[in-house]
Structures are given as structure tokens and as C-alpha cells.
């Protein structure tokens, strides 16, 4: 039984980081840091029960989107038939473990079945499950490099590809990279870091009347857990819903030209790589107005989205002070109000 996500107390950035990335996937994704104890794996575990359905290849084990790039099987099926039926499935999160090894990641092909029966059998890997729905990895920063690796590769290209004995299977591979991470145990290497679009760091929670309320509802989840879920079922059937209004409304919400100049406004002034800080704070800003049920981007979506955006981009330059970067962000955000409309 899976504690429901909108009976979390607190953690506010965390659980909007998680839902901007439901509403946008091409956000790219969410890297939570906290110390142990706040929540981190709960929220990600608690998200699979607002997940929305996608339409998808009827029986497909891809999750292959109709109208986007197939798997070999969806191919040579649309070869044979003309066409393929189509169903819809709800989204999931696929969890990726420590320790896991290549062939697990990536899926495998049966060399000796196709050498005694003539035919091609692939055995899905992670990568196979995690295909448009949402991939988990906790302690992401403590997984081994040729992993690590592949994910990159995976994250980069969409695709997955495994080759062997000179027989291929080629399937879609776009997930929404999910990470958590005690940053006391390690950092993570940059290449992956850049790679999830948001950013959180949580904390344990000081206020003595939320912490009360953190025990009354662990205790009343352990005490009866299905109790505790009908009790937070309409809260978490209105959320469900909100997301998918925010899903209808997103493509209606125009960039304007002085939002855009607003974001570059902040990202030109910081010791930034690239422009993917750019193109993720603009998605996210645009996310978070759909989700609150506006109708164009405002100053409080572009600075709320500011953090959690370009957190992880920022760089110290030699010398600088520990959180010199942050504090010039907090400044860029208190000033770009100054003649918005």
C-alpha cells in the first residue's frame, strides 16, 4: 500500500517538481537532494496514483506511441497488417536499483532461440518498462559509472539498442528520470547532474505543529493503510484531476516575448553551461501557470521556477564564496519585476 501523495505534510517544491514533470515531460525530469527521513522516496512512490493514461500499441510491451518512433515488433506488425490497434495505459514508476547489472538495463537477446528456430526473441529490459513513464533511481548518485552511462546514452538518443551475434532489437526509450540523493554520500557526476531539468533540495521539517501531524498520519496510515487512503481519496482525485486540466491547458499558454527576455535576463547573468537552463526554466514557468489555472506566464512562475531549474546549473567560480551564486540569484529574482507589465 502505497502512502498517497497528497497526504505528505510539507515539502511543497519537492511535490511540484514531481508534478510540473506529469503536466511537461519534455521538462526532463526531477534530481531530489535531502538528508534521510524527508520523504524523498515516499513522494516518488506516492506520484504512480495520479499518473494519467497514454494511448499506446495495443499488447505492445514498448509502450510504443502510435503516431512516434516504434519497437522492431511494432514495426514489422504494421508491415504485415496495414495498421495497429491501438489502447490506452496508465503511466507508471519503474524503479531502477542499485546494483543492477547491463542486461537488466538494456534488455537481452536470445542468440540460441534464434539460431534453433529461426526468429528473433528480446527479453525487455528496465529501459523496455521505463519507456514514457516515469524512471526512479534512488541513491541515484551511488550508481556505477557503466550505468550511468547508459542512461546517458538512453536519455540522449530516446532509443535503445541491443546488438548481438549480429542480430539487433531497437526499441523507444524516452523516460522522466527521477532521482534522489543524500549529498553527505556522495556527489553526482555532471554529466548526469545537468541531465534531470529540475532540482529540489528538502530538509527535515522544524515546525514543531508539522511534525505532530507527520506522526498522526504515519501512525494512522500504519494503523489501517486502507482506511487512510479512502480518507484522502477525494484530495487526491481533485489533484488527479488538476493535472489533467493543466495537461489540456498547457499548449494554450503563450511564451511571450517579455517572458523569454526575463529568463535570459537571469540565466545570462550566471556562471552558466549551455542553454538547456533556459529551455527548462521556460517549460517549467509555462507548467507551473497551467497548473495554477492561469492564462499566461507571471512573474511569481518565472522566480518559482528559477530555483528549481538552475539550482544545479550554477558553477562557483575560483574563489567564491559558498553560496555566492545563490545569493546572486535571489537578487536577479527580487529585480527582474522591475517594469513588468
Given at each position: 500500500?502505497?502512502?498517497?501523495?497528497?497526504?505528505?505534510?510539507?515539502?511543497?517544491?519537492?511535490?511540484?517538481?514531481?508534478?510540473?514533470?506529469?503536466?511537461?515531460?519534455?521538462?526532463?525530469?526531477?534530481?531530489?537532494?535531502?538528508?534521510?527521513?524527508?520523504?524523498?522516496?515516499?513522494?516518488?512512490?506516492?506520484?504512480?496514483?495520479?499518473?494519467?493514461?497514454?494511448e499506446v500499441v495495443k499488447g505492445c510491451r514498448f509502450n510504443c506511441d502510435p503516431d512516434g518512433f516504434l519497437c522492431t515488433e511494432c514495426r514489422e506488425k504494421l508491415l504485415k497488417e496495414g495498421r495497429l490497434e491501438r489502447e490506452r495505459r496508465k503511466m507508471?514508476?519503474?524503479?531502477?536499483?542499485?546494483?543492477?547489472?547491463?542486461?537488466?538495463?538494456?534488455?537481452?537477446?536470445?542468440?540460441?532461440h534464434a539460431i534453433r528456430m529461426g526468429e528473433r526473441r528480446?527479453?525487455?529490459?528496465?529501459?523496455?518498462?521505463?519507456?514514457?513513464?516515469f524512471l526512479y533511481v534512488d541513491e541515484v548518485n551511488l550508481l556505477e559509472d557503466h550505468i550511468v552511462d547508459l542512461l546517458l546514452d538512453s536519455a540522449a538518443m530516446g532509443v535503445?539498442?541491443?546488438e548481438r551475434e549480429g542480430i539487433s532489437f531497437v526499441h523507444p526509450a524516452r523516460f522522466i528520470?527521477?532521482?534522489?540523493?543524500?549529498?553527505?554520500?556522495?556527489?553526482?557526476?555532471?554529466?548526469?547532474?545537468?541531465?534531470?531539468?529540475?532540482?529540489?533540495?528538502?530538509?527535515?521539517?522544524?515546525d514543531k505543529f508539522m511534525r505532530m501531524?507527520?506522526?498522526?498520519?504515519?501512525?494512522?496510515?500504519?494503523?489501517?493503510?486502507?482506511?487512510?487512503?479512502?480518507?484522502?481519496?477525494?484530495?487526491?482525485?481533485?489533484l488527479a484531476r488538476a493535472i489533467m486540466e493543466a495537461k489540456r491547458r498547457l499548449e494554450r499558454i503563450e511564451i511571450t516575448d517579455e517572458v523569454l527576455e526575463s529568463?535570459?535576463?537571469?540565466?545570462?547573468?550566471?556562471?552558466?553551461?549551455?542553454?538547456?537552463?533556459?529551455?527548462?526554466?521556460m517549460k517549467a514557468a509555462r507548467a507551473l501557470a497551467a497548473f495554477r489555472g492561469k492564462e499566461r506566464i507571471g512573474l511569481e512562475e518565472i522566480r518559482?521556477?528559477?530555483?528549481?531549474?538552475?539550482?544545479?546549473?550554477?558553477?562557483?567560480?575560483?574563489?567564491?564564496?559558498?553560496?555566492?551564486?545563490?545569493?546572486?540569484?535571489?537578487?536577479l529574482l527580487s529585480s527582474i519585476g522591475d517594469g513588468w507589465r
Open positions: 500500500m502505497i502512502f498517497p501523495f497528497t497526504a505528505i505534510v510539507g515539502q511543497e517544491e519537492m511535490k511540484t517538481g514531481l508534478i510540473l514533470n506529469v503536466i511537461d515531460p519534455s521538462i526532463g525530469g526531477l534530481l531530489i537532494m535531502g538528508e534521510r527521513g524527508t520523504a524523498k522516496s515516499t513522494a516518488v512512490r506516492a506520484l504512480a496514483d495520479l499518473l494519467p493514461e497514454i507508471r514508476v519503474v524503479e531502477l536499483p542499485l546494483g543492477v547489472t547491463e542486461d537488466r538495463v538494456v534488455g537481452t537477446l536470445d542468440i540460441e528480446f527479453e525487455p529490459g528496465i529501459l523496455a518498462d521505463a519507456n514514457r513513464n535503445n539498442t541491443v528520470l527521477v532521482g534522489t540523493m543524500n549529498p553527505e554520500e556522495g556527489d553526482l557526476r555532471p554529466q548526469l547532474l545537468d541531465r534531470f531539468g529540475l532540482c529540489v533540495k528538502v530538509s527535515s521539517i522544524q501531524e507527520i506522526l498522526r498520519r504515519k501512525a494512522a496510515f500504519d494503523d489501517d493503510p486502507e482506511g487512510f487512503k479512502r480518507a484522502w481519496a477525494r484530495e487526491q482525485e481533485e529568463i535570459v535576463t537571469i540565466t545570462s547573468s550566471l556562471n552558466l553551461d549551455g542553454h538547456r537552463a533556459d529551455i527548462v526554466m518559482d521556477s528559477a530555483g528549481m531549474a538552475l539550482n544545479h546549473r550554477m558553477k562557483r567560480l575560483p574563489f567564491e564564496e559558498i553560496g555566492a551564486q545563490e545569493e546572486k540569484l535571489e537578487l
